[in-house]
Each structure stands twice: as C-alpha cells, then as structure tokens.
C-alpha cells in the first residue's frame, strides 16, 4: 500500500541563516510550512563558524595582548590559557543562541521543526530519515533548499591512520596542540592558525599555492603573511603533502616543496583545504533539479531552480559562501514569495572579512580585477602606521588601499588590512552604494581621533605608478 505523504504548503531544508528565518517568515504569512534540520538549529555560522570561532578568537586576542602589556606601562605574570575554559566559554554562547533561535522556531504557529536527514524521493516529495528514528513522507508546492556545507576532506595518502581534525572538531579539544600542522592557507586555515599559535601551539602552515590568500593583490598576501611570521607561524608555501602516518602519539607529514622533500612531525594534523556543499546528499535527480558540474544547484538571479517552486539558497548554490550572503539570500526570496516583490542577486556587492588580527576587509574590485577588466584606475594606500588612533592603541600593523575609477572620482573596492578593518571597509561600501566620490570622504570632517579619520589622509596618498 502506497504511503500518502503528508502535505505541507512549503518546506525548508536546512536550518540555516536562510532557512531558519525564512521558516518562521512562512509560517507567518499563514503557510503551514515544515523546517527540516539535520543537526542543528543555527546552521554553521552558529554552530562552527562566525559564532564559535570568533569567540575563541576573542580569548586569544586577551592572550596576545597580555602578552603584550609592557609595551603599554601595565606589568602582568607569565600568560597562561586555560583551553577547556575556553572552549566552554564557547559552548555556552554557542548553546545559548542556538536554543534561543530553536524555542522561537518551536513557538512559531504553522510551523512544524522537524530533525532528521531529508532527501527528494521525486518531485517536490522527500523522505525524512528522523533522528529519532523512523521516516516521513512530505510534499509541498513550494520548497526551499539551505542544507550548507561541511569540511572538505582532502585526498591525502595515509589520512585513513590518523585522526585528524577539522574545522569542527579543532574548536573542541580541551588541551593546546603542542605543534599543529595546518593543511591549507585559506581565511579559514589562517584564522585557526593565529589563534592557536596565540593560545601557545607551535604552528606550520603548508599550502600549496605560491602565496597566501591568492585572490587578494600580491601587496596585500604578503603584507599579510610577513605578519603571521611575525607572530611566529612557520609558512611552507607552494608545497603539498604527499603523505601522512601516526609518529608516537602524534603525525608525520612529507611534503613535497619547491627545495625538495621535507618530513614534517607535528602533535596534530587540522584539515582547514575548504569546504564541500552537502546538496550532493539531497538526490537532486529524483526531484529533476539541475546541477553544474561541480554539484552545486542552478539558479537564476531570484534564486530559482529549473523547478519551478524550488529555490536554493547559500552554500548549495554557485557563488560566495558567507553567512551575510545566505542571509541575504533569505531577504531575496522573502521580497519575492512573500511579498511579491522582484528582488535579484544581479548587482549584489559581496563585503567580507577575515578575522586574523588584524582584520582583511574586502569589498568590490581589487586593483588587479580592476585592470583585468580594462578599468583606468588610481589607487589610494596608506600604512596603518600612519593613522593616529592605531598609533595610540598600538595596532599599527597593516595598511588601508582604495581602488578609484580615475575618470568618475568613483570608489570601485577597497581592501583593508588593519584595525577593525571591517568597520572601515562597511563605510567605503556605503559609499560605494551611494556613489560618494572620494572627494567627499577626503573632505568629510570625522571626529577626532577615530579610524575613520584615516579616510581623510587616505585620498590623498596616491601610487603614481598604479595609474592604468
């Protein structure tokens, strides 16, 4: 006997910074709607990203300044971290948002949270494997995909020996590495590398590009990584592990560098190569959603897949995966479903930050993208050094760089490595969005002695040779 499914007006996938508001925007519009989460409520950015990672951020911060507490007339005793004080410190943040975000969701009428592991049986139907065990049957008109991504796991000879950590799990030890050996120099391996060599671990670094974060300008990668240097990262750059394999109660990798092969021994191994989408868990095919050929779920710019009824949002999708941009996704489809707007991703600015200390802001072109694209553009840099308020503070490592167009006085990008970098960046955005030339921010009166400030004496430090 056929099993009838039970039928709900939307379903969302994915308790996610899309899904989860998005849900709750479903059901108060008067659809009686099911959200559908595998782990938890909160997505990644509550659970192991932005949330977790930036409050163990934070304690290591409290670390390197006091360690740093001579340099401003303050006399403390030898730094010691407590990690599992950390790490619970963590928890409890972590646990508190979460079960506040899963109580509204419960509370929330025509709304129907529901744990367990979904997957498309045929269009616009799913089975729910529960995580009390069981399935259900579901089926909705209109369905809403934000089931994110988790760590990638490289393709390394050996790995299968030893437990290595990732993402995830690195936030979760109660005692400091002795020696972590860091595969990757992506945002995320950097973040995790600063903080632990801040908590007290010897840290190496082996990526396999030439430099660090290789989207940035060359400029800004090195600036970048003489600074991790300098806070005592070894970085072994344009190298891959070849190989892998228990060593005592620790690991040995080789590597294969540019000089030759190196063994490297460390006391733990964190995979940080990037992250993998789990939209390839859902059986897209079942529900005739098309997919590119990595994987990931086309959509047009309203974020609708070749179903029509189906949307995808976030880390299943081509594009960035940010947390503001999944959010940002959930306001696009809020606009247009609910409320029968006609919001796009066409055009959308894409900001970020990098939560090293201190701060890689982003938003817009790059001077390299900017010549690529046949721009004439003069470009604006300043060290930090030069900026009043990080002089007084004692952060003055960095620099701040605009990208003009140099036939309209527009802002094109910026890139902010410094201080609160991602404050700084947030009001060239604006004034991006709002087509304020530099000019104006030359001009404009701050208050004294801000950051912001900076932005005076920035338009008018020019590279004479960055003209094209």
């Given at each position: 006997?056929?099993?009838?499914?039970?039928r709900?007006?939307?379903?969302?996938?994915?308790?996610?910074?899309a899904?989860?508001?998005?849900?709750?925007?479903?059901?108060?519009?008067?659809?009686?709607?099911?959200?559908?989460?595998?782990?938890?409520?909160?997505?990644?950015?509550?659970?192991?990203?932005?949330?977790?990672?930036?409050?163990?951020?934070?304690?290591?911060?409290?670390?390197?300044?006091?360690?740093?507490?001579?340099?401003?007339?303050?006399?403390?005793?030898?730094?010691?971290?407590?990690?599992?004080?950390?790490?619970?410190?963590?928890r409890?943040?972590?646990?508190?948002?979460?079960?506040?975000?899963?109580?509204r969701?419960?509370?929330?009428?025509?709304?129907?949270?529901?744990?367990?592991?979904?997957?498309?049986?045929?269009?616009?139907?799913?089975?729910?494997?529960?995580?009390?065990?069981?399935?259900?049957?579901?089926?909705?008109?209109?369905?809403?995909?934000?089931?994110?991504?988790?760590?990638?796991?490289?393709?390394?000879?050996?790995?299968?020996?030893?437990?290595?950590?990732?993402?995830?799990?690195?936030?979760?030890?109660?005692?400091?590495?002795e020696?972590?050996?860091?595969?990757?120099?992506?945002?995320?391996?950097?973040?995790?590398?600063?903080?632990?060599?801040?908590?007290?671990?010897?840290?190496?670094?082996?990526?396999r590009?030439?430099?660090?974060?290789?989207?940035?300008?060359?400029?800004?990668?090195?600036?970048?990584?003489?600074?991790?240097?300098?806070?005592?990262?070894e970085?072994?750059?344009?190298?891959?592990?070849?190989?892998?394999?228990?060593?005592?109660?620790?690991?040995?990798?080789?590597?294969?560098?540019?000089?030759?092969?190196?063994?490297?021994?460390?006391?733990?191994?964190?995979?940080?190569?990037?992250?993998?989408?789990?939209?390839?868990?859902?059986?897209?095919?079942?529900?005739?959603?098309?997919?590119?050929?990595?994987?990931?779920?086309?959509?047009?710019?309203?974020?609708?897949?070749?179903?029509?009824?189906?949307?995808?949002?976030?880390?299943?999708?081509?594009?960035?995966?940010?947390?503001?941009?999944?959010?940002?996704?959930?306001?696009?489809?809020?606009?247009?479903?609910?409320?029968g707007?006609?919001?796009?991703?066409?055009?959308?600015m894409?900001?970020?930050?990098?939560?090293?200390?201190?701060?890689?802001?982003?938003?817009?072109?790059s001077?390299?993208?900017?010549?690529?694209?046949?721009?004439?553009?003069?470009?604006?840099?300043?060290?930090?050094?030069?900026?009043?308020?990080?002089?007084?503070?004692?952060?003055?490592?960095?620099?701040?760089?605009?990208?003009?167009?140099?036939?309209?006085?527009?802002?094109?990008?910026?890139?902010?490595?410094?201080?609160?970098?991602?404050?700084?960046?947030?009001?060239?955005?604006?004034?991006?969005?709002?087509?304020v030339?530099?000019?104006?921010?030359?001009?404009?009166?701050?208050?004294?002695?801000?950051?912001?400030?900076?932005l005076?004496?920035?338009?008018?430090?020019?590279?004479?040779?960055?003209?094209?």
């Open positions: 006997m056929a099993i009838i499914p039970e709900f007006d939307a379903i969302v996938l994915g308790a996610g910074q899904g989860g508001p998005l849900s709750t925007a479903l059901a108060q519009s008067g659809r009686h709607t099911a959200l559908i989460e595998e782990r938890f409520v909160g997505g990644t950015c509550i659970n192991d990203g932005c949330t977790p990672t930036k409050t163990m951020a934070a304690s290591a911060r409290v670390a390197y300044l006091a360690r740093r507490a001579s340099d401003f007339g303050v006399q403390t005793g030898p730094v010691k971290v407590d990690l599992g004080a950390v790490v619970e410190r963590k409890a943040l972590v646990e508190s948002w979460r079960d506040s975000s899963q109580r969701m419960e509370q929330t009428p025509d709304m129907d949270l529901i744990f367990g592991h979904a997957r498309f049986t045929g269009p616009k139907t799913l089975e729910i494997n529960l995580n009390a065990g069981g399935t259900r049957q579901v089926v909705a008109e209109q369905i809403f995909i934000n089931v994110g991504a988790r760590p990638q796991r490289p393709a390394i000879p050996g790995l299968e020996t030893i437990t290595p950590l990732d993402s995830t799990s690195v936030m979760e030890l109660n005692e400091l590495p020696h972590l050996l860091v595969v990757g120099g992506g945002y995320v391996a950097l973040e995790f590398s600063q903080m632990f060599r801040r908590f007290g671990s010897q840290v190496t670094i082996i990526e590009m030439q430099r660090l974060t290789p989207r940035e300008d060359v400029d800004v990668s090195e600036a970048l990584a003489n600074m991790l240097r300098e806070d005592g990262i970085l072994i750059l344009g190298s891959e592990i070849s190989g892998v394999g228990p060593v005592g109660p620790g690991v040995m990798a080789e590597v294969k560098t540019a000089a030759g092969q190196r063994f490297v021994a460390a006391s733990h191994l964190l995979l940080a190569a990037g992250r993998t989408s789990n939209v390839d868990r859902l059986d897209l095919a079942a529900a005739g959603i098309e997919s590119d050929e990595r994987g990931l779920i086309k959509v047009n710019p309203r974020l609708e897949t070749s179903v029509p009824g189906v949307f995808a949002m976030g880390d299943v999708k081509d594009g960035p995966w940010f947390t503001h941009i999944s959010y940002d996704d959930f306001r696009i489809v809020r606009t247009n479903v609910i409320e707007g006609n919001a796009s991703t066409a055009g959308r894409v900001p970020y930050t990098v939560f090293t200390d201190p701060q890689l802001a982003r938003i817009g072109l001077v390299a993208e900017a010549r690529a694209a046949g721009r004439k553009i003069r470009v604006a840099k300043m060290p930090m050094a030069w900026v009043a308020r990080a002089i007084e503070t004692g952060e003055t490592r960095g620099f701040l760089k605009a990208v003009v167009d140099a036939d309209n006085d527009q802002i094109l990008g910026c890139a902010i490595l410094g201080v609160d970098g991602g404050e700084l960046m947030a009001m060239l955005q604006i004034a991006m969005l709002g087509n030339p530099w000019t104006t921010l030359r001009n404009m009166v701050f208050a004294h002695p801000t950051l912001a400030e900076s005076n004496n920035l338009f008018g430090n020019w590279e004479a040779e960055a003209a094209s």
